[in-house]
């Protein structure tokens, strides 16, 4: 039986998306997406990390944005990183889900994929946006990561790979129950 547009289109963008478990200032990649705050001067977690590989640039880079809101995106370069680029996103903290929190996520992944075709990136890596320290449920922010990144494959075809880097083990396991 012939397979419809919509199963070549699916399994197409399903073996353009890997799930590792990974520090994701580790990965060659073309850009790496950090979960930043909105002051975009760094903090804990995979922001305090990435600022640490990318060295003092990147901080001084940050101040002359002017931060960055909620569910938006911004870009710098990697500097001392092996990616080329940082897209800077900030996710909601975790109010319980009615205020907003759901489409403020999204709105994180839809606006690294602008940078994405912007730049004519091949190649990005995205950590567990709002997992942490902001605290959203992880089933719930794998869900809505998985959806928008399947959504910025299918408009993007010159993307070739879309990494999760998880950090923890339940992190990737969501991502791993979330594929399949
Ligand atoms: N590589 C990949 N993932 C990482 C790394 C890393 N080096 N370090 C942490 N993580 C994971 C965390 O385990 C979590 O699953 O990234 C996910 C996001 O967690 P946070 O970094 O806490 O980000 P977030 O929940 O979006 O909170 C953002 O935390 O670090 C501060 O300045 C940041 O105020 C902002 C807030």
């Given at each position: 039986?012939?397979?419809?547009?919509?199963?070549?289109?699916?399994?197409?963008?399903?073996?353009?998306?890997e799930v590792?478990?990974?520090?994701?200032?580790?990965?060659?990649?073309d850009?790496?997406?950090?979960?930043?705050?909105?002051?975009?001067?760094?903090?804990?977690?995979?922001?305090?990390a990435?600022?640490?590989?990318a060295g003092?640039e990147l901080?001084?880079?940050?101040r002359?944005?002017?931060?960055?809101?909620?569910g938006q995106?911004?870009?710098?370069?990697?500097?001392r990183?092996?990616?080329r680029?940082?897209?800077?996103?900030?996710g909601?903290v975790?109010n319980?889900?009615?205020?907003?929190e759901?489409?403020?996520?999204?709105?994180?992944?839809?606006?690294?994929?602008?940078?994405?075709r912007?730049?004519?990136?091949?190649?990005v890596?995205?950590?567990?946006?709002?997992?942490?320290?902001?605290?959203?449920?992880?089933?719930?922010?794998v869900?809505?990561a998985?959806?928008?990144?399947?959504?910025?494959?299918?408009?993007?075809?010159?993307?070739?790979?879309?990494i999760f880097?998880?950090?923890?083990?339940?992190v990737?396991e969501?991502?791993?129950?979330a594929?399949?």
């Open positions: 039986m012939e397979k419809s547009a919509a199963e070549r289109g699916e399994s197409r963008a399903a073996n353009r998306i590792v478990q990974a520090d994701i200032t580790k990965l060659a990649v850009a790496i997406v950090n979960a930043a705050n909105t002051s975009l001067l760094g903090g804990g977690g995979v922001d305090g990435i600022h640490r590989a003092p901080v001084a880079e940050c002359l944005l002017g931060g960055c809101r909620t995106a911004k870009i710098t370069p990697g500097f990183l092996p990616a680029y940082i897209i800077h996103t900030v909601p975790w319980g889900g009615g205020q907003g759901p489409e403020l996520l999204a709105s994180c992944y839809r606006g690294c994929f602008v940078f994405v912007e730049h004519g990136l091949r190649t890596a995205f950590p567990a946006i709002s997992c942490g320290v902001y605290g959203y449920p992880i089933d719930e922010a869900a809505i998985v959806r928008e990144v399947r959504t910025g494959l299918s408009e993007n075809a010159e993307i070739e790979k879309v880097a998880c950090f923890e083990n339940e990737y969501a991502y791993q129950r594929l399949r």
